[in-house]
Each structure stands twice: as C-alpha cells, then as structure tokens.
C-alpha cells in the first residue's frame, strides 16, 4: 500500500529541487523608488532592473494627473467593465488609443498577460491554427498549450514559418514586436509579406516597443517604417512606457465586440480604477507629443552609450545584439550569475537576474533594462563595476 499523498512534503521537495537548480526566487520590496534610484532595505540602487522606460512611473505629471483622476472618478470602478466598471475616462483611453493605432476598437485589460491570454484563447475558439514565434511571452505560451494544434516556428526564422504557412494558410500570427528576454526586433517586413501571401493575420504584442519605438512612440512597426494597417491586431501594455498598469488590444470593430462578449479575462475582472485611465491619457499625449519625443532620443542615447561603453572596456561576457532598452548579458551558468549579480548589487546597481525556465539552459543572463532616467555617469560608473565584476 503506497504512502498517502502529502502536499507538505510534495511542495517541499519541489522547492528543493528549485533552490538546487539556483532557480529560487524571492520577492524583492521596495521601499521608495524616484527615477533611476529605487530604495530597499533602507540603501538607494541604480535601477537597471524595470521596464519604466521613459522614467514616467515617478514623474511629477503623472503623479498630478493621478491626483486629478481621483478627484473626478474616486478610487476604484466597483464592477467588471460589462457590468458598470467602464467609465469615460476608460472610453476616452481607448479613443485615443484608436487615434494612435489606426484602429477601429480598443478593448482594456488590467495587465498584458491576461490580454495575451485572451487573444490566445480566442484563436483557438474561433478554430483558427495559431502560429507563434517561438520566444513570444509566456503568457502566449502558457495559454496556446491547450490549443488542439498549434505551430511555433523558430525565432525570428521567415523560411522555417514561411514552410509552415505553406501547410497552413489563414494562420493567426503571433509575434513580439522587442522580444522581452532578448531585446531584439522581430521581421515584421517579412511577417507582413507572409501574411498577405498566405492569407494570413498578423498579431503583434508590442508591450516593449509601444511608447519606446517610432518618431511618435506608436511602436516596432512604426520603427521599422510599417503602417499600423499591416498589423491586424495590436496588443501594447500601459504599463512600461506609459509608467502606470494596464493593457490593450486594438483591431477592427468586430474582433474586439468578440472579445468583449467572451473574453473571460475582460468579463470576469473588475475594471481598473478610473484614475488610472485619466492619467494615463495624460502620459499617453506626453508621449506622443515633443516632450516624448526628447525622452526617447535621450533613451536611445544612453542604450548606445551602453553598448559603446561595454565594447571598449572589452568586459568577458556576450552582450547580445539589441538596438533596444533591454540589454541582455549572458552569463551562462545559474550560480554564477547570482554571484555576479550579488555583488553589483554590493556595488549599488540593481540588475535582473534572469534564469531557466525564462530564457533556455545555459543562457542565465543579467537583463539590463536603460532608461529616459539614466544619465551618462550612471552608464559609465554600471559599466565600470561590470569589467572590475566579471573581467
């Protein structure tokens, strides 16, 4: 007669197994954060480690347009958006979401995993084969497991997809515009052509270009010189760039009236808070406009101050090819990137450690993340510590 199943000892040994492999992770708390500089523990770091691109997370105008939010809509919607949770300071995001986009509809969620998971799941309903690139989010990847069939190509690999839309044409197309963990660009030139030619449909999550990207911050494709009418379905969170939360999906008027009838997500979630909605208007219009504009250029500056300031110093380790914010440095082994990121983070910078299953076995890496908030020195002295570091 077998043991009785324990789920003490079950989860106990699994966190074991974890913690052996170098893969355990634990929560970090922050205790203040202004710009660059985040606090924990009572010490300031450097950040290198978030996704608030343009610096706009603590921005004193995104701290008033919140406070204006509060004052016109209160604190929280109280219901799901189908219910009394859409406000119009929800109607008005998605207006100009639609304005920047090209788009006939938007459609809001509280986070881009949960807008990912929606358009997954409606693929599969819809009974269409799913095609994906084979590094898009996890959040893709999670939900697309439970398709009937699906296709994954390999990165950013046009004649191994084009090989498959061969077999399969009408496919759903699914793509990252900066690929989170690599920060490179996919193909969409070639992704548009292969869409057209194989009567296909192109869904492009540009959760780390939108805001990012482009002369008016619309994004990769707008980077790459591409019209937002090439893309049949948009997916851009609010919460990097824009520096607040949140997530959107925009298509033509039938596909998000779909989504808002079935998407599980979207019907069984309250609504985000109105506040937000309004000051992300706020940050959205600060974005797009000439102040946006500046901030990006100053970005792009410092990723390429960066990427300069890492190949003279000739530091031991791949840095990949990235034009983007998120500057990967592959470590390879687990325990030797927590060693390496224990101590810059002794040195006052604060760096993702980023290990298997995120990225492949062997590729532990250090995801550096550059800013709008990062100035020269900041460069120089994270460059600095990484040669003395790592050699």
Request: proline share 2%; with cysteine; aromatic share 8%.
């Amino acid at each position: 007669m077998s043991d009785s199943f324990s789920l003490t000892t079950n989860i106990r040994e699994k966190l074991q197994r974890i913690s052996e492999s170098g893969a355990f992770r634990k929560l970090l708390t922050v205790d203040e954060r202004t710009g660059s500089r985040i606090k924990m523990g009572g010490r300031w770091y450097v950040n290198f480690a978030g996704n608030d691109y343009l610096g706009l997370a603590a921005a004193p105008e995104t701290a008033r347009a919140l406070n204006e939010g509060i004052r016109l809509y209160g604190a929280g919607t109280g219901a799901s958006a189908v219910v009394t949770g859409h406000t119009r300071a929800h109607s008005e995001l998605e207006e100009l979401l639609c304005d920047i986009t090209g788009k006939e509809a938007v459609i809001l969620f509280n986070t881009g995993f949960a807008a990912n998971q929606t358009l997954i799941k409606a693929g599969i309903n819809l009974k269409a084969n799913l095609l994906l690139d084979r590094l898009v989010h996890a959040s893709m990847q999670d939900a697309v497991f439970s398709a009937p069939e699906f296709q994954r190509f390999r990165h950013n690999d046009m004649v191994h997809a084009e090989k498959i839309l061969e077999k399969h044409p009408g496919s759903l197309i699914f793509t990252e515009g900066v690929f989170s963990m690599d920060g490179d660009l996919s193909d969409l030139k070639k992704l548009t052509e292969l869409k057209k030619r194989y009567n296909s449909y192109l869904i492009l999550d540009d959760a780390h270009g939108f805001g990012v990207l482009g002369e008016r911050g619309c994004g990769t494709a707008e980077h790459l010189g591409i019209s937002g009418t090439e893309i049949d379905v948009f997916m851009g969170t609010l919460s990097k760039a824009c520096g607040l939360s949140g997530a959107f999906i925009a298509a033509d008027r039938d596909f998000i009236d779909y989504l808002i009838n079935t998407g599980r997500e979207y019907i069984y979630s309250t609504a985000a808070p109105s506040f937000i909605a309004h000051a992300l208007i706020k940050t959205i219009k600060y974005i797009t406009g000439n102040e946006g504009r500046e901030l990006r250029h100053h970005l792009h500056a410092m990723t390429e101050l960066f990427r300069k300031r890492f190949s003279e110093l000739d530091i031991n380790a791949s840095l990949l090819n990235s034009e983007t914010s998120i500057q990967p440095v592959i470590i390879g082994a687990n325990e030797e990137l927590m060693s390496v990121s224990g101590k810059i983070t002794d040195k006052g910078f604060l760096c993702g450690a980023i290990r298997p299953p995120t990225v492949p076995q062997g590729t532990a890496r250090l995801r550096i993340t550059v800013t709008a908030a990062h100035n020269d020195t900041d460069i120089i002295n994270l460059t600095d510590t990484l040669k003395d570091i790592i050699g």
